[in-house]
């Protein structure tokens, strides 16, 4: 499959942890996209990374922080978890920078529940 | 700051009806505007965007400057349209585009 791919599926820990969550993009895209999406904020923006590098931020928490690296796999850490973190996060990957009219592709996204 | 309005959480209808899933948006620069489909198990995916001006499985969207709506139609609905539709809206963030999404609308097409 040349898709995005995430693991884990589901994750479940308790407050206080630290998990990481893991996306491979497509091949032969360069930008990764971390998403949130929780009941009452629905789908949120959290971090870009093109080519290794840090390209755009959004509501990333300071306990979250993410990397790619080399190979362009990516890993969101989340750490000090609370219950309010639990959500399903979505990685999404575009062959490009970032452009106005770039198409994202999803991957299955990971469940985390946090007890 | 940008925001995407999809006012129905949930739309249901029968099977050939017509359908309209609603997008508004808040932006003050020219948008670019997309809608993206997840059906039951599988991972979200574009459905059309504005600038393709095309139809994807007989649905297309009209931008409308003047009413800020980027509305989803189809004609005749079908079983296999039940899916959540995501209304975006993309948007300068740092050196990307970053788009912004709508609460999204669950669409239920009954036999």
């Known amino acids: 499959d040349s898709g995005v791919t995430q693991t884990p599926k589901h994750l479940i820990t308790a407050t206080g942890q630290r998990v990481t969550l893991r996306c491979s993009p497509r091949s032969g895209d360069l930008s990764v996209y971390w998403y949130q999406q929780s009941l009452d904020q629905g789908l949120q923006f959290l971090i870009q990374y093109y080519n290794g590098e840090e390209r755009a931020k959004g509501n990333i928490l300071e306990r979250f922080s993410a990397q790619q690296f080399p190979d362009l796999h990516s890993e969101l850490n989340l750490s000090s978890l609370e219950l309010g973190d639990s959500a399903l996060y979505f990685c999404a990957s575009s062959a490009s920078t970032g452009g106005r009219t770039d198409t994202q592709y999803f991957g299955p996204g990971t469940r985390l529940t946090v007890l | 700051a940008q925001r995407v309005t999809q006012p129905e959480k949930l739309l249901s209808v029968f099977k050939g009806a017509p359908v309209e899933l609603k997008c508004n948006y808040s932006?003050?620069?020219?948008?670019?505007l997309f809608w993206y489909v997840q059906y039951s198990r599988q991972r979200l995916q574009l459905l059309l965007r504005h600038i393709s001006r095309e139809s994807i499985k007989g649905f297309t969207a009209d931008l409308n400057k003047g009413e800020t709506s980027f509305h989803l139609k189809k004609p005749f609905a079908q079983e296999e349209d039940s899916a959540m539709y995501y209304c975006a809206l993309s948007s300068p963030s740092g050196g990307s585009y970053i788009p912004t999404f709508g609460r999204g609308t669950s669409l239920i097409v009954h036999p």
């Open positions: 932006y003050s620069g020219s948008p670019e």
